[in-house]
């Protein structure tokens, strides 16, 4: 926010009430907790969907480049052995709603956290600002 400073002042210098300053950083702020929970979200739904593929990839990798450098020393690595985890895959539960739930929440945290730093932009003086940078 304080390096917003300058625009801030130009913007009420402009004519932009308080009221529109405050409006316009918390629902930026708002904006980047949506945009972030959706890539969250995005992304926690396709490793999870695909969590057994990629454990099994990275049980490959190690073991390759373990045999690579240590040969006939290498015993293979399990990540998720059998013989200890009573299950043939890894569960996996999605919950739509939950996700929804958490990224409304993450939206709404953001904007109130965004606010607070808004409401101090928002009673800067314009010609205080503009002036000392």
């Known amino acids: 926010m304080r390096a917003k400073r300058k625009w801030i002042g130009v913007l009420k210098a ?4 308080s009221s529109g300053v405050l409006l316009i950083f918390t629902l930026n702020a708002m904006v980047v907790g949506v945009l972030a929970s959706l890539v969250g979200g995005v992304s926690g739904i396709f490793i999870a969907s695909n969590l057994e593929t990629i454990v099994n990839g990275l049980s490959e990798l190690i073991n390759m480049v373990g045999y690579y450098f240590y040969h006939s020393e290498w015993t293979n690595v399990e990540l998720v052995p059998k013989d200890v ?4 895959h890894i569960p996996v539960d999605i919950d739509i709603s939950f996700i929804f739930m958490v990224t409304t929440a993450a939206t709404i945290l953001s904007g109130i956290a965004g606010y607070f730093p ?3 932009a928002a009673g800067l003086n314009p010609v205080d600002t503009i002036r000392n940078d």
Not at 14 to 17: E, S, V
Not at 85 to 88: I, L
């Open 14 to 17: 402009l004519g932009l009430p």
């Open 85 to 88: 985890y009573y299950f043939d």
């Open 118 to 120: 808004a409401r101090w």
